[in-house]
């Protein structure tokens, strides 16, 4: 991977995801992504709807147009401390269902950034307590 490497300015950064896809982080502590439809409006209300069981709902994390968007939501939750391979995860099926003008080495670029993000994110909040 190129050490100058700039995601928002790469080429591939405008490729649109067709349709553009929802993040979400659901209430039980997963992540997920939808493909939007057409009344996106609809859609994010029954997604926040409150769990008569919790009191907790999903919630719509990011909304992702293109290539480019999706590399940034994605390396911002890893640097929030969302597990990599569920990042990844994401990366591979948008690459794969919404946005297959994506080759293989962007999509392995984005998932070694994410795991370098996340990386980071867990060397910079771990603590020794728990082990105590």
Not at 20 to 46: C, F, N, V, W, Y
Request: charged share 25%; proline share 5%; net charge negative.
């Amino acid at each position: 991977m190129n050490a100058n490497h700039n995601p928002a300015e790469a080429a591939d950064a405008t490729l649109p995801l067709d349709p553009p896809i929802l993040i979400i982080t659901t209430h039980m502590g997963g992540l997920l992504a939808t493909p939007m439809q057409p009344d996106a409006e609809r859609q994010r209300r029954r997604i926040e709807t409150i769990c008569d069981q919790c009191g907790d709902s999903d919630t719509v994390a990011a909304t992702v147009r293109t290539w480019g968007d999706l590399d940034r939501e994605l390396m911002a939750l890893a640097g929030d401390g969302w597990a990599d391979d569920a990042l990844i995860d994401i990366a591979k099926q948008a690459a794969l269902r919404y946005c297959p003008q994506v080759d293989e080495e962007i999509v392995g670029e984005l998932a070694a950034r994410l795991c370098a993000q996340a990386a980071q994110w867990w060397d910079d909040n771990d603590t020794w307590e728990d082990e105590a």
